[in-house]
């Protein structure tokens, strides 16, 4: 059976396939006609790796027992006649649990041992240290061999309090707030905890295969001990399930944990109302349960401050069983098609609104490096076809007097390395000191700066204040990169426009890269630091290992936006030495052509008229390669965007996320009304 969820992701996937194969058109084509150089090439091959391995990440959060498990199995998993992820009552996942598949890896669970909090790594550093990791080989990707492996998350340990302290997962009882959140200690005063810290599940699933990714977070304790999930792993998703359950509304925990983790993210929010079968009373008409359903719906939008229509009830467990047994009426009546259309739908228009910018502004690019290049060779040839056809009739002498001149003019633009050794050198001095202000040493220093003003303060009270200092430095870093990123533009203008007016360049020079939406970036992580730097974590911040862990997580995040900023300061010059070179390079070959074909004239009278035809005819294919090349590029930027499933459930009245529950839908609008999410479209390292 397949899902609406499924059926508008296979879209996305079909469009970013045809995508890609334009893009190789494009990249062959290119090659072929020798219309690029290094830059282009790995240009294009770059934007080819950016779409194939580009991920949509979907975050389910609940707090314990909301039913969260079994909703993922309902949406992902049906299709195996079984539950994969554990959904037993009380306590299932323990751990946060990523479901992906990675191409030319074999299925596997990976699982990191809750110990490797003591020594502060990031879960992005330990990423990298396969051995950290327990792996479990899921041979032929079996589904009941992958839910045997995955009941690990569920297994615990009892230690003491020391070491539940230690590990995040006890407070001490001067910070009330978070007193109350303490596991309940046995008769022993020990205290229960998870065995794994994280899970890493390999499996090819034919959604995971086309690049989705599901992030499984188990409640308020998991998100609060580790900040690179709340402040990583959660504002990196495309789209949040945030899971309720029905039968307890909107609980403290159920809220702390929206307001402290999700409810300022700038990222598509979908609310559930989970296990509504508890509600159906046979004492009560299947009207009056409905109102009940859509009283608590709106009830809960209010409370979270969300709209309605993002509020959807239903029975993950009825949608499982209905899904295996293929009931569509019992799938219908358990509400679940209504979130997994607005879901996809969401999801569908975002990632092609991202995707589709990115190409748009790469094959722009593209398209202005090529007819650069080609109008520089095609500049070229009519000089040459000029002067050729000023020598019919000329004699030997006359032939010898072009030969001479050809090779004095080229002895003249010789002369032009001086300067080109002078530029590349004052250039070279100005790149170091732009990218001096986004070095990681200094990102470093800046950290440690402020990590020392935190172990000055006492008890970390002074946390929110010594980081709101730290954005500040950094973003005069980015300020200082961006002004000097300006001033290598206006030296690189002079000194184009003086070897293009010298030596007949035909040098142009693309804009300085903008900075500034790093500083956007900048001002998100800073507005999520800030929400987690507030008085009731200034206890937790006092233990060393959690201030230590959360500064590597720091470093992390702005270690990703410092070096994305770098990246594109350093292609953006690249680039620009890159065009002189190759045109240094076009013309030394066009000179040595040049003098080649006045030898052979002069040898051979007879080749001046076929030599002519031949430059003739290489401008024409030229000019014919590079419109087709302009028609391929306008091609990427004109693909037709994937079509939504009818009916999508965003758009719906908001009855129509009850109404499933005990009758059917009532007519949903056209696809074609939704509201597309145009997020920036630009690669994250």
């Avoid at 979270?304 to 295996?324: G, K, M, N």
Wanted: hydrophobic residues 45%; proline residues 4%; neutral net charge.
């Amino acid at each position: 059976m397949t899902t609406p969820f499924a059926g508008n992701f296979d879209a996305l996937g079909r469009w970013r396939a045809t995508l890609l194969d334009r893009l190789a058109v494009v990249q062959r084509f290119v090659a072929d006609h020798e219309l690029g150089d290094a830059t282009s090439d790995a240009f294009v091959a770059a934007l080819r790796e950016r779409i194939a391995n580009d991920k949509v990440v979907v975050a389910f959060v609940a707090e314990f027992s909301r039913g969260k498990s079994e909703l993922i199995n309902a949406i992902f998993f049906a299709d195996t006649g079984r539950r994969v992820l554990p959904a037993t009552p009380g306590r299932t996942t323990m751990c946060p649990v990523e479901l992906a598949c990675e191409p030319g890896q074999p299925a596997s669970l990976a699982l990191l041992p809750i110990e490797t909090r003591h020594d502060g790594a990031s879960l992005a550093d330990l990423r990298q240290r396969p051995r950290a990791w327990t792996q479990h080989s899921l041979q032929g990707g079996a589904a009941e061999q992958l839910s045997e492996a995955v009941a690990q998350v569920m297994r615990t340990r009892w230690v003491d309090k020391d070491e539940a302290r230690a590990l995040g997962f006890w407070s001490d009882e001067r910070d009330d707030e978070r007193a109350q959140d303490n596991p309940t200690p046995d008769a022993a005063g020990r205290i229960e905890i998870p065995v794994w810290r994280h899970a890493l599940v390999n499996y090819p699933h034919p959604l995971l295969e086309r690049g989705l990714v599901v992030l499984d977070t188990p409640g308020l304790n998991a998100l609060g001990a580790e900040p690179e999930l709340t402040l990583g792993l959660l504002p990196n998703a495309q789209a949040t399930v945030f899971v309720l359950g029905a039968d307890s509304g909107v609980t403290r925990t159920d809220m702390q944990l929206w307001r402290d983790h999700l409810g300022a993210r700038s990222m598509a929010h979908f609310v559930v109302l989970n296990k509504i079968d508890t509600l159906r009373d046979p004492l009560s008409s299947p009207g009056q349960v409905t109102n009940q359903i859509e009283s608590l719906r709106q009830a809960t939008a209010r409370a979270l401050d969300i709209a309605p229509e993002r509020v959807f009830a239903l029975s993950a467990r009825e949608a499982l069983t209905a899904r295996i047994q293929g009931d569509a009426d019992a799938l219908r009546r358990s509400g679940l098609p209504q979130l997994e259309e607005a879901l996809g739908s969401q999801l569908l228009q975002q990632r092609h609104a991202l995707l589709q910018g990115v190409v748009t502004e790469a094959a722009q690019q593209l398209q202005a490096q090529l007819a650069r290049r080609a109008g520089e060779r095609r500049r070229q040839l009519t000089e040459q076809i000029l002067e050729l056809r000023s020598l019919r009739g000329k004699s030997a002498n006359q032939l010898q007097a072009v030969r001479e001149r050809a090779t004095q003019e080229s002895a003249e633009f010789e002369q032009c390395n001086v300067q080109i050794q002078a530029l590349r050198a004052v250039h070279l001095r100005m790149l170091n000191r732009a990218m001096a202000q986004l070095a990681s040493d200094a990102l470093r220093a800046e950290v440690l700066q402020m990590q020392q003003e935190l172990e000055d303060s006492l008890l970390k009270l002074g946390a929110r204040k010594a980081f709101v200092a730290l954005c500040g430095r950094l973003r005069g870093r980015l300020a200082m990169a961006q002004e000097q990123g300006e001033e290598i533009h206006t030296m690189l203008r002079a000194s184009h426009a003086r070897l293009n007016a010298e030596f007949a360049f035909g040098l142009a020079l693309d804009a300085a890269p903008d900075l500034r939406h790093f500083g956007h970036e900048l001002e998100m992580i800073e507005a999520g630091y800030t929400r987690y730097l507030g008085l009731g974590q200034a206890l937790r911040l006092s233990q060393p290992r959690f201030l230590d862990r959360f500064t590597r997580m720091l470093v992390s995040k702005l270690r990703v936006v410092f070096e994305s900023a770098a990246g594109e300061i350093e292609l953006w010059n690249k680039s620009a030495l890159s065009h002189l070179e190759s045109q240094l390079a076009e013309r030394r070959r066009a000179f040595r052509r040049r003098a080649e074909a006045l030898t052979r004239i002069q040898l051979a009278a007879g080749e001046l008229e076929q030599r002519i035809a031949e430059l003739t005819a290489q401008d024409a294919a030229l000019a014919v390669s590079l419109k087709r090349a302009e028609e391929l590029t306008q091609a990427l930027q004109a693909l037709a965007p994937p079509e939504v499933a009818a009916g999508s459930a965003a758009q719906q009245a908001p009855a129509n996320a009850t109404a499933g529950a005990v009758a059917p839908p009532a007519p949903r609008r056209r696809a074609g009304t939704s509201k597309a999410a145009t997020p920036r479209a630009r690669k994250r390292a």
